[in-house]
């Protein structure tokens, strides 16, 4: 009807609906940023988004395609942020909630199961059905 430019589907066009699955899910939050990026004198991390809902912090990770090894080394350098103690000094004290968002319930169990050793959550499609 008139539209002459194409958008192509890509990896990150459903990794972007999954992200949005959990905006929409925690109430369309005011206070949310997409790709955050962390700077930390060690290594930087980026968040698919973060947000913060009621008071509590929301680093949000959303698992489309990724290596489940990938998946456990980003929990491990959470870990390490959280032990070094900058977000927590900057932020009043509490360091945010890490989310993974995936759509299987065999990662979510592997996920769960890694015990990183920070406040996590995890969830599937048909937890937030």
Same mark, same amino acid.
Not at 66 to 95: P, S, V
């Given at each position: 009807?008139?539209? $002459? @430019?194409? !958008?192509? @589907?890509t990896p990150q066009f459903h990794h972007t609906l999954m992200r949005n699955d959990i %905006? !929409?899910? %925690?109430?369309?939050? #005011?206070?949310?940023?997409? +790709? %955050?990026k962390i700077p930390n004198p060690e290594f930087t991390i980026i968040p698919d988004a !973060? &947000?913060?809902v009621k008071g509590v912090?929301? &680093?949000? +990770?959303?698992d489309h395609l990724q290596k489940m090894k990938k998946n456990? $080394? #980003?929990l491990a350098r959470y870990k390490q942020f959280k032990?070094?103690?900058l977000w927590q000094k900057k932020n009043m004290g509490r360091f945010p909630v890490v989310l993974f968002y995936t759509e299987k319930e065999s990662?979510?169990?592997q996920i769960t199961q890694s015990n990183?050793? !920070?406040d996590l959550l995890v969830y599937t499609k048909e937890d937030l059905l």
């Amino acid at each position: 009807m008139g539209c $002459e @430019k194409v !958008i192509a @589907k890509t990896p990150q066009f459903h990794h972007t609906l999954m992200r949005n699955d959990i %905006y !929409i899910h %925690y109430g369309c939050p #005011k206070l949310w940023q997409n +790709e %955050y990026k962390i700077p930390n004198p060690e290594f930087t991390i980026i968040p698919d988004a !973060i &947000f913060s809902v009621k008071g509590v912090q929301y &680093f949000l +990770e959303v698992d489309h395609l990724q290596k489940m090894k990938k998946n456990l $080394e #980003k929990l491990a350098r959470y870990k390490q942020f959280k032990d070094m103690g900058l977000w927590q000094k900057k932020n009043m004290g509490r360091f945010p909630v890490v989310l993974f968002y995936t759509e299987k319930e065999s990662r979510k169990v592997q996920i769960t199961q890694s015990n990183p050793g !920070i406040d996590l959550l995890v969830y599937t499609k048909e937890d937030l059905l």
